[in-house]
């Protein structure tokens, strides 16, 4: 009974959102011409619509903690001897979940914007809400038509096939719905940029208010991904942190454009110009993150991330994809041209600093696009059949981003419509003669020397040492009590990219790995580490059975700890997983996993050093703090923001 | 022309590849070999290293060559479907024992069963390279002519077994 009302609340969403994506539309479009009434609508649809999806979500989470295997969603990915906080993620793993968790999400921001949009004017916010129904109207038809998760299933399975054992995990439970809030999110920017078209304002105000909602989910992006990244370190056994797949690649186009985005929405806000290229970015971080639900859940490219494939969910995602790109591009295509050049600036000048960033992001957005479809080009040509792996993104990425830094550390201190660039650079130069020296003496410390390592020592503290330069010239003028919440999270998301650009050049560089076979009382070292193989026991969890190794760590003759890697076999499938057993320091993670028995009482075992591993994901949650305090800036909050929208109409030609 | 009509335009070619896309399989990695004749070889057999075989002998016969070794895993887990399907007679099949020890391949038989007409010993896998083998095991339908029809990449489940090789072997018989 319960998931039959579930299914109801699903179709009755789609009516609500039905509703929501027109009549508001219309409302705003004759707004003198009695539309005030069916502008009044949008936002209790979207409250309405969001309580109808909580309770579906509700309803499917009880199937789980229920045990009701009659549900086919819950015979496939769930199990009577699972934990109940992996029944509970089970929801969102696999894919008719995964989609009600973007649904859920979508209707979450929606309702947000709902609540949080008083200051706009009525007109405005139906546009916005409007457009999120539309979206909502497409998903909830996807999720109705194609992937029903309380399809039934007569007679009902004696117990259920198991959730996949690479997803029982803690990473699991937070990392995908913190990626949806990101893709999702950037539905927001994108309703916002659509909106703004419709009405053809396009101005600085739009600029405002759309600005928090794109650092939010950027935000969120960012953190999804960190986790997804920091989860593949440890649960996948090979000690590397991110490895090109066309998965992790889905979610990384869209933070490319949404770091672009959320600067090029600085520039448009406070100079009013990049006004076109500003909505074609939030057009394009959203597309992307459509664009990575259909990669991710057509099967058109093979990766780690392997979900069912079944054709007509591809073909119904790929119309989606066509029809709401299709429409927003065609739609900018129109509106575009009558749309100012705003005020003009120098060649040297923030602005100017920043259109470069924002090329460069693209361009490194495009590069990795490339890459990610490069394989289903060349199929779909008939030319054959082919993969690219790291080194193509390794070459093409990387002297991309060598730029990108080196500007970095220039944006915040130059000023608005021109700039001296020579002013700029002495007053950098403190931060450069330190990260010189800084870039010699590190390398030299970790015993090993190359031109490789300098440089990316050198750029990860040039932008630290440019934040530091900042905030100390804000001291010696007394300003910095005064300075706003978001320009503290600016330094603290540039903070957070030299943190990453460290822990990525330091891991990198030395990193030592080992592949051995031991017996016990065998020891093998690495980075100054010794691990002893005292044995493998077998032990027993909930749903699985482990071999677990028991090795002694120490340093110098000191025994620091006992680690304890395990191999799984979960009883429900074949898989065998490994769960690494990692020592987390501040300056290197000394991690160890369990490979095959060979022979007798002996086990291959992988040890790696890996120096500074975790300022990699240090950084991600820096950047995004950094967005979450600057979101938590005054200027942004209601009652102010009322009276200030009031701001000049950009420098609008 | 409107220039802000190129961001739309480059979108429909990549719907346009896309769609094409979906109607591909990524995951089948089709082999150059297929429908060519099969690379000739001479190589002493395993059990009578005295004696050799070539694939021209089996001229006129549909046989399967199947790519094993002892220190191979997966091939202990297709060995049984081998074992039964050699029972029903319906073609010959002939192991291409790759980079193995003779006696480790001589054990592996006596203890999983043979279901080998007879097998070639390939120990240095020149052979393996002319096939173009990836890795252990490798399965290959060859028809009268001696031509390659069908090559199965990894272990012959159940399903490969009835779906493909079965009606494959069946129709090349006729």
Not at chain 1, 98 to 127: E, I, K, N, Q
Not at chain 1, 171 to 193: C, E, K, N, Q, T
Request: glycine fraction near 10%.
């Amino acid at each position: 009974m319960i998931p039959e009302l579930g299914h109801f609340a699903l179709i009755l969403a789609l009516i609500v959102s039905l509703v929501q994506g027109t009549l508001p539309l219309i409302g705003a479009h004759r707004v003198n011409n009695g539309g005030r009434a069916w502008i009044a609508l949008a936002r209790p649809a979207a409250r309405a619509q969001f309580f109808l999806i909580v309770f579906a979500f509700v309803c499917l989470t009880w199937a789980f903690v229920a045990n009701d295997f009659s549900v086919v969603y819950v015979a496939q990915n769930s199990n009577s001897r699972l934990p109940l906080e992996y029944r509970l993620a089970g929801v969102w793993g696999g894919h008719e979940g995964s989609l009600l968790l973007w649904m859920l999400m979508l209707s979450g921001w929606t309702v947000a914007v709902s609540l949080l949009s008083r200051h706009l004017p009525d007109a405005m916010t139906a546009r916005v809400l409007g457009v999120l129904g539309l979206i909502a109207v497409g998903f909830l038809a996807f999720i109705l038509f194609t992937s029903n998760p309380f399809e039934r299933l007569l007679p009902a399975a004696a117990d259920g096939r198991d959730l996949n054992p690479l997803l029982q995990d803690p990473g699991l439970i937070f990392h995908p719905p913190m990626l949806y809030m990101g893709y999702v999110g950037f539905s927001i920017a994108f309703a916002f940029a659509i909106a703004a078209l419709l009405s053809g304002q396009l101005d600085a105000a739009w600029a405002r208010w759309s600005r928090p909602w794109t650092t939010a989910a950027w935000a969120f992006l960012t953190f999804g991904i960190a986790l997804g990244s920091w989860w593949a370190y440890y649960e996948l056994g090979w000690g590397g942190w991110w490895f090109w797949d066309p998965v992790e690649n889905a979610s990384f186009l869209p933070w490319l454009v949404g770091t672009a985005l959320i600067h090029s929405l600085a520039v448009t806000e406070k100079r009013g110009c990049f006004k076109n290229w500003t909505v074609l970015l939030a057009i394009a971080a959203f597309s992307l993150s459509l664009l990575g639900t259909f990669l991710v859940r057509s099967g058109v490219l093979t990766s780690v991330h392997a979900f069912a494939t079944d054709p007509r969910r591809g073909i119904f995602i790929l119309i989606l994809l066509a029809t709401v790109i299709g429409a927003s591009l065609f739609l900018f295509a129109l509106r575009a041209p009558k749309v100012g050049l705003g005020g003009s600036f120098g060649l040297i000048s923030r602005e100017s600093l920043l259109l470069m960033n924002n090329v460069l992001l693209v361009v490194a957005c495009g590069s990795v696009m490339l890459g990610t479809l490069y394989p289903l080009l060349i199929d779909a040509l008939g030319m054959g059949k082919l993969s690219v792996g790291p080194p193509y993104f390794n070459a093409v990425f990387v002297p991309l981003m060598v730029p990108l830094l080196v500007l970095m550390a220039l944006g915040p201190l130059a000023r608005w419509k021109h700039a001296d660039l020579a002013a700029v650079l002495r007053r950098l130069t403190f931060a450069f003669v330190a990260a010189v020296a800084i870039a010699i003496a590190v390398p030299l410390l970790y015993g090993k020397w190359s031109p490789l390592t300098a440089m990316g020592v050198l750029l990860a503290a040039w932008v630290a040492g440019g934040s530091v330069v900042a905030i100390i010239e804000r001291r010696r003028t007394g300003g910095l009590a005064a300075q706003p919440l978001h320009w503290w999270g600016m330094h603290l998301a540039h903070v957070g990219v030299a943190a990453f650009v460290l822990g990525v050049t330091m891991v990198s560089s030395f990193q030592e790995e080992k592949d051995v076979r031991m017996e016990p009382d065998d020891t093998v070292s690495v980075g100054g580490y010794s691990f002893r193989f005292i044995g493998v026991r077998e032990a027993m969890g909930p749903n699985y059975r482990a071999m677990v190794g028991e090795l002694e760590l120490s340093r110098d003759g000191k025994v620091l700890r006992t680690m304890q890697p395990e191999k799984r076999a979960y009883l429900t499938s074949a898989m065998p997983m490994t769960e690494a057993a990692i020592d987390t320091g501040l300056l290197r993670d000394v991690y160890v996993s369990l490979g095959e028995p060979v022979g007798e009482r002996a086990w291959s075992v992988r040890a790696y050093y890996k120096p500074f591993v975790d300022w990699i994901w240090g950084g991600c949650l820096l950047m995004a703090l950094g967005g979450v305090v600057a979101i938590s800036d005054r200027r942004y909050r209601m009652r102010k923001a009322a009276a200030s929208t009031a701001v000049p109409q950009g420098a609008a030609a | 022309m409107n220039r802000f009509l190129l961001p739309l335009g480059i979108f429909i070619v990549l719907v346009a590849f896309l769609a094409v896309g979906l109607n591909l399989n990524p995951r089948e990695v089709p082999s150059p070999l297929i429908g060519k004749p099969a690379p000739a070889f001479e190589l002493p057999q395993l059990h009578k290293p005295e004696l050799s075989f070539a694939p021209k002998n089996m001229l006129g016969k549909v046989w399967l060559l199947n790519v094993w070794a002892s220190w191979c895993v997966s091939c202990r887990q297709e060995h049984p479907i081998l074992v039964d399907f050699a029972k029903t007679g319906s073609a010959p099949i002939y192991g291409l024992n790759y980079k193995d020890p003779r006696a480790d391949a001589l054990r592996w038989l006596k203890q999983y069963g043979d279901p080998y007409a007879l097998s070639i010993a390939d120990a240095e896998g020149r052979v393996g390279i002319d096939y173009g083998v990836y890795g252990v095991p490798e399965t290959y339908v060859i028809d009268k002519a001696g031509v390659i029809r069908f090559k199965q990449i990894g272990p012959v489940t159940q399903d490969v077994l009835e779906a493909k090789i079965l009606p494959l072997v069946k129709e090349l018989n006729k």
